[in-house]
């Protein structure tokens, strides 16, 4: 299944709302699909999972919706920490498990 | 709390050998479905294999027949033995918890990666 994001680049201000979007190729099966926050030099952190649950830790500004081909991450209330890249990836097919290839927020 | 450590980065040339290690705590590695996701300088994430809590293992095409993953459970360890290494492997190699098409097959705990550099 290819991820396709978009935009690739978001520039906003603080306090402004993000979303983005994640569109698959075919149906996610199960809604397996999960989003990760990826700043320079560090490593991926889970958000989201099964497109809506929030991970252990996450603030309640990162919400994720949708199903079937098409998925949104919105960030409610953008703050200059939020900068960073954001990948989509679905866990709901058989091996290859895919990532999208990722929408850079700029704050 | 769970730690996932990376070791066994190095520059190597083409077609040559290396093996990285994960040194996994606050979980069993045996009974976890453990992946590696590698990050190539200005690209996005890739899967590249996953090793399910039974044994089966899963490998990207990329790398499928050069790449071995595996444990180890005396040390609670994660491996990936990588061979006829090329350019295109140059990446950030994670550790991560997870993997597998199932309603937890998302990634929640990653290491801080390793860098593999494949160069002459």
């Known amino acids: 299944i290819v991820l396709t994001q978009s935009p690739g680049t978001l520039s906003l201000s603080p306090g402004e709302r993000a979303t983005l979007s994640c569109r698959a190729s075919?149906?996610?099966?199960?809604?397996?699909l999960a989003w990760y926050q990826k700043k320079p030099g560090q490593a991926p952190r889970l958000l989201i999972y099964?497109?809506?649950n929030r991970a252990t830790g996450i603030p309640d500004r990162f919400s994720g919706g949708g199903s079937g081909t098409d998925f949104t991450l919105t960030i409610s209330r953008l703050e200059p920490e939020d900068s960073a890249v954001y990948y989509c990836?679905?866990?709901?097919?058989?091996?290859?498990?895919?990532f999208g290839q990722g929408t850079k927020v700029e704050i | 709390e769970v730690q996932l450590v990376e070791s066994g980065g190095d520059l190597i040339q083409p077609g040559g050998s290396l093996r990285l290690s994960c040194a996994v705590s606050?979980?069993?590695?045996?009974?976890?479905?453990m992946s590696w996701v590698r990050q190539a300088p200005g690209k996005g994430l890739e899967w590249v294999s996953v090793?399910?809590?039974?044994?089966?293992?899963y490998y990207a095409d990329s790398v499928k027949g050069r790449f071995t993953i595996s444990t180890d459970s005396s040390t609670n360890t994660l491996l990936l033995q990588m061979s006829s290494l090329r350019v295109e492997d140059t990446a950030v190699y994670y550790c991560?918890?997870?993997?597998?098409?199932?309603?937890?097959?998302?990634?929640?705990?990653w290491g801080q990666g390793i860098l593999v550099t494949v160069s002459s």
């Open positions: 606050g979980l069993t590695a045996t009974t976890n479905y």
């Open positions: 990836h679905q866990y709901g097919s058989s091996a290859p498990w895919t």
């Open positions: 099964g497109a809506s």
């Open positions: 075919q149906s996610v099966s199960s809604s397996y």
């Open positions: 090793r399910y809590n039974g044994g089966k293992t």
């Open positions: 991560v918890r997870g993997g597998g098409n199932y309603y937890a097959g998302y990634f929640d705990y």
